[in-house]
């Protein structure tokens, strides 16, 4: 199949090696029963590996060039011309949570990341390409240099693993930044008690200005209305300092000060 030129806006860089390309199916270890959707299928570089090892493959394409080729070339593909951002999983999940893949656009990789946790309860695992640095700061321990708000939000809703770093020689056209396959699984024990989007706006709001305490970062945000006790948390830390389990405590601590403005 004929290759377009990859496009700037669309953050398209064409995974070309195909030792990386085995390198990352392995990795991923599609079972022949398994749903997977595809994100950024491109030229089909990952598309051809996965396409006989699994029962159904949604390859997700917002790029109108490459969507004639890809269904012309992998007829047993779903080719779904469409905006995955924007994308209803609900319509793709079958009886088992979906797999999802891909070399995703490195400018849209927060809102896809927010997009799985979402909708984690229709997604068993996530194994995508991102920046190293981005990388790092999703798979970060707690209260190291690089945790924040993925860091977080990745290790409280998955299990994350950065699986290896991929040098920019293998892509065309080459991006001018290292990159690494991470693998998210979602099949996690979450507590009961929790309000999950509450949770979500803490840790957002709390490194909403990262320099400054938690008092004032949390003074500045929706919760602003909401004055805790300093004997009952302290908030003269920064988020960065705080670890996931008292991001946890700090959400029902929050969750019960709203109860009592009701």
Request: glycine share 4%.
């Amino acid at each position: 199949m004929s290759k377009p030129t990859p496009l700037k806006r669309f953050g398209q860089n064409y995974l070309v090696d195909k030792n990386v390309i085995q390198k990352i199916v392995n990795e991923f270890d599609p079972g022949n029963d398994d749903v997977v959707i595809e994100i950024g299928p491109g030229t089909g570089a990952l598309t051809a590996e996965l396409m006989p090892k699994v029962r159904k493959l949604y390859a997700v394409e917002i790029d109108k060039r490459v969507v004639e080729s890809l269904a012309l070339s992998y007829p047993s593909v779903h080719v779904i011309n469409y905006d995955f951002i924007k994308l209803d999983l609900n319509n793709y999940s079958d009886e088992k949570p979906l797999r999802i893949i891909g070399n995703i656009p490195y400018n849209i990789t927060s809102p896809i990341l927010f997009k799985l946790i979402e909708n984690r309860s229709l997604v068993k695992d996530a194994m995508m390409m991102v920046q190293f640095e981005v990388a790092k700061r999703i798979t970060a321990e707690e209260c190291s240099d690089d945790y924040g708000i993925l860091g977080v939000l990745l290790n409280f809703f998955t299990d994350t693993k950065l699986c290896f770093k991929i040098s920019p020689n293998v892509f065309y056209p080459k991006p001018k930044v290292d990159s690494a396959i991470i693998h998210l699984n979602f099949d996690k024990k979450l507590p009961t008690d929790l309000d999950f989007k509450l949770f979500i706006q803490v840790v957002k709001a709390s490194f909403g200005n990262r320099r400054k305490k938690l008092k004032n970062s949390l003074r500045n945000s929706v919760f602003k209305d909401i004055n805790i006790d300093q004997n009952e948390f302290d908030v003269s830390r920064r988020a960065e300092e705080l670890t996931i389990n008292e991001f946890v405590e700090l959400t029902q601590i929050i969750k019960s000060y709203q109860n009592k403005l009701k």
